[in-house]
Each structure stands twice: as C-alpha cells, then as structure tokens.
C-alpha cells in the first residue's frame, strides 16, 4: 500500500492533517507524543483492537502518511524518532508551510 486515502477511518483528516496511525494493543509511546504531533499538524489515530486499519496496514504497524494520504513510514514498532522524522520531512517539503512560505531572509 503506498497511500491511505481510501481508509475510511482516516476520510476526517484528508488534506487537513498528517497521520500517525497505530496498529497496536499498546500505544503509550505515541500517546506522549500528542504535543509534538499537534505542532507538526499531525493526528494520532489508535486502533487497539484489530479492525480496518489493521486489515489495511498490518498488525502490529505504525504508519506515518500525509495530509495527502501519502505513506512516508511503516514500521512493526513506535519508532519515536522515525515518526517524528517522517512529519518532519512532510513539513519542509509542504510549499504552504515550509521553507518556500518562511521568504527570504537575507530581505
């Protein structure tokens, strides 16, 4: 699967924010990680029983897509640093938010 954006679960985030979608009885790890999600537009979407999104994605999974439904990181496990890098790199490359919107700054 290289996109998300035919999940239903997911239909309430397209094009508005990023997602951190977790496929796991135990999510802790991703739950601390709220504050940061929020400030890089992104929504923690937990699924601790297995349902669709574990139909669709595997179990045990994190996956990390765009506000686009693009898959920027799969995992078996919560990777703290790959999820964070992943939004990250959503970030810079969003010509709305990134560097192309920050201007010049030699101006």
Not at 24 to 52: C, F, K, M, T, Y
Not at 86 to 97: N, V
Request: hydrophobic share 40%.
């Amino acid at each position: 699967m290289e996109n998300v954006r035919g999940l239903a679960p997911l239909w309430h985030l397209r094009q508005r924010r990023h997602a951190v979608i977790a496929c796991l009885d135990d999510a802790a790890s991703l739950e601390e990680l709220r504050p940061e999600l929020d400030d890089l537009r992104a929504e923690l979407v937990v699924e601790r029983e297995p349902g669709p999104l574990s139909q669709a994605l595997g179990r045990p999974s994190v996956t990390v897509a765009s506000k686009y439904g693009r898959i920027g990181w799969r995992g078996a496990t919560a990777q703290r640093e790959r999820v964070l890098e992943a939004l990250e790199t959503f970030e810079l490359a969003c010509p709305e938010c990134g560097p192309q919107a920050w201007g010049d700054p030699g101006a």
